[in-house]
């Protein structure tokens, strides 16, 4: 099965990406029509889909600083950890980003005029001398070349104690949570100075300590519901009309683990390093570290599906542990219409499962396919001989080379892919076809997609 490739290098990188360009977070805008990144330098770059339907560039901007705390000796790095996009009430867009501490809410809005003709301000904006003043004149809107600028709204700060892993933006439109490893603050979008801590796991003696939470989502429909997972493999579903401190869950949702397959890495791969309520809100998709699962919300016992993203690397935990790759947090992401999900991989790999005929593929990110009338071809690992000169075995995986970082857009069938300092743009151009049990042929075959780097 093979897939043609239109490709576009859109901006050239070097071959050993400095640190700060490294991607550490992607998201559609609700719309679709905005892409934003966030990168370890701090820096948000925020594409704009054309009318033809490709990705261009439409603004970049710095979010965060290093920071140094000084009352614990700590440097705050400026990596952007997470970014959300608000829903659009008027021609602007807001955003909300976040490093380690700080989370920060932008607007980014446009400007294709410029006043001119003030009484009191010469053309230069210094003042005038009043006394020189011997007419009025009305100022005027002037036509300018288009510019996006990216202004500072707001700024949350001194809530967290811990690094911040999460942010998520209620249905109502008007708070959002903010998580880290022990605590889930609920903040008004109007109010900086203070928030309202809705989930506390720490213990009075942090000797007794057990879990961390790992990841926090809000129900895209009911502003009162919201889930976060920790590191015991656990994701609680929580209902703040019932108490002001959510410390009690509604809903738990945990598989039971065989005794006799547990082993010292089984706490560790067990972590949810993800969590993804479903557009409808009925679904809930978790990711550990080898695979996704998909919840019901009315069945908490077990679920529904699993799907293994990488099972060949159990045999390759210890290697993994020594390296700490077996603590690479990797994200997940539904399609639009919830029929497919998808999630990343190492050597740049990144996993597809269509929910319905329970077909699943293997792809690579690769800066190969750049090359015009390139072919994507799907993957396949395996663990003992070759079978397929195209097979790649799992003793010869670069562990470096991650996938970590994936996004769906909200309607159409595009996907966003950071694979390091580099963004994959797979487009189906047939965006009108309708997502079926032959999704895959569709998707593979009749595809003409678009790929971009930064």
């Known amino acids: 099965m093979e897939l043609p490739l239109h490709c576009k290098l859109f901006l050239d990188v070097h071959l050993i990406p400095d640190s700060a360009d490294v991607i550490s977070a992607v998201e559609f805008s609700q719309s679709g029509e905005f892409l934003a990144t966030g990168d ?8 704009q889909r054309e009318p033809q339907g490709e990705y261009n560039v439409y603004s970049t901007f710095q979010s965060h600083e290093p920071e140094f705390d000084y009352l614990k000796s700590l440097e705050i790095e400026e990596k952007i950890n997470k970014i959300r996009w608000l829903p659009q009430l008027n021609s602007a867009h807001f955003l909300l980003t976040t490093n380690d501490k700080t989370i920060k809410l932008w607007k980014v809005s446009e400007r294709d005029k410029r006043p001119e003709g003030y009484n009191l301000k010469d053309e230069e904006g210094r003042m005038k001398d009043i006394s020189k003043i011997t007419s009025l004149q009305v100022p005027v809107l002037r036509p300018m070349d288009l510019l996006v600028e990216a202004s500072l709204r707001r700024v949350f700060a001194n809530a967290h104690a811990y690094h911040i892993n999460s942010i998520s933006i209620n249905s109502d439109c008007e708070t959002y949570l903010s998580a880290d490893d022990l605590r889930i603050n609920l903040w008004n979008l109007d109010i900086t100075d203070r928030s309202f801590n809705i989930v506390d796991l720490k213990p009075e003696n942090m000797e007794e300590l057990s879990e961390v939470i790992t990841v926090a989502e809000f129900h895209p429909h009911h502003c009162h519901l919201m889930a976060f997972s920790s590191s015991t493999g656990t994701t609680r579903l929580c209902d703040m009309r019932s108490r002001a401190l959510c410390d009690q869950h ?22 949810v390093s993800d969590v993804k309520f479903s557009h409808s809100g009925r679904y809930l998709l978790t990711r550990d570290y080898l695979s996704a699962k998909v ?3 009315n069945m908490e016992n077990k679920p529904i599906e699993t799907y293994q993203v990488h099972d060949y690397l159990r045999s390759k935990l210890c290697t993994l542990y020594e390296s700490d790759c077996i603590f690479d947090k990797f994200e997940c992401a539904w399609n639009g219409t919830d029929s497919v999900i998808m999630t990343g991989a190492y050597n740049n790999f990144f996993r597809m499962f269509d929910r319905a005929s329970r077909r699943d593929v293997t792809l690579e990110a690769s800066r190969e396919v750049c090359k015009r009338r390139a072919v994507l071809r799907p993957r396949r690992v395996c663990v003992g001989r070759k079978k397929r000169e195209s097979d790649v075995s799992v003793d010869s995986l670069d562990f470096r080379k991650k996938i970590l970082h994936t996004a769906w857009h909200p309607t159409d069938n595009i996907i966003a892919i950071a694979a390091s300092n580099n963004l994959y743009i797979f487009q189906d151009r047939h965006i009108n076809r309708v997502f079926s049990k032959t999704f895959w042929a569709v998707f593979l075959v009749h595809s003409s997609l678009n790929l971009y780097t930064i």
């Open 40 to 47: 370890k330098g701090g820096r948000v770059v925020i594409f």
């Open 250 to 271: 509604a809903k738990l949702f945990e598989e039971a683990v065989d005794p006799a397959n547990r082993s010292f890495f089984s706490e560790i791969i067990s972590s």
């Open 295 to 297: 919840w019901d919300l």
